[in-house]
């Protein structure tokens, strides 16, 4: 097994636009909630960036909140798939 680290995924769309870059280093994002994260984490924000940050980090738990229902959802159903095959694969006669 490698141990050999993949870099994040930083390609831009591929008309080379950019929906919003860092007042600060010039940093290209592909969106408005990556530069707010970006800026409230690495830049000394101003007020209203900060807000945008709460707000982008808010949407993103919420995201990530979702994406963690669909997962238990997904693991149970397949649960159930499996005691489901497996009753009827014991039952069967043979
Ligand atoms: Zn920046």
Avoid: W
């Avoid at 009753?87 to 006669?93: E, H, I, K, N, Q």
């Amino acid at each position: 097994m490698s141990l050999q680290s993949h870099p994040p995924e930083t390609t831009l769309s591929d008309d080379g636009t950019t929906a919003a870059v860092c007042p600060y280093c010039d940093r290209p994002f592909v969106t408005e909630r990556q530069r707010a994260l970006h800026v409230g984490e690495r830049h000394n924000a101003t007020e209203a960036e900060r807000r945008a940050y709460e707000a982008a980090r808010d949407a993103e738990s919420d995201e990530l909140f979702r994406l963690h229902l669909k997962v238990i959802f997904a693991v149970g159903l397949l649960y159930a798939a499996s005691i489901v095959g497996g009753v009827v694969a014991f039952s069967l006669p043979g």
